[in-house]
């Protein structure tokens, strides 16, 4: 599965932090959970970081999961 990629933060005046997933807005987190996630992202890897925090990740496995015989069925 490849790494995560396309993700970039922007922290505002207010405390206010938006996440970006290739130029799009994915989360907008304040208080207690811009400060949270400014931590995390400053002691690991960031792109790992915010695409877990913004659940705009995939699996790698949504191809072979649609050509199962239990999903075939279900288009």
Known sequence: MPAP?????????????VVTH???KAATLR???A???TEEVAAGDPQEVMA???GAYKFGNERAARQHPR???RR
């Open 31 to 33: 208080g207690e959970r």
């Open 22 to 24: 290739r130029g799009r």
């Open 5 to 17: 990629a396309g993700f970039t933060w922007t922290a505002r005046a207010d405390g206010t932090v």
């Open 52 to 54: 877990r925090w913004t």
């Open 35 to 37: 400060a949270r996630f």
């Open 71 to 73: 999903n075939r069925g």
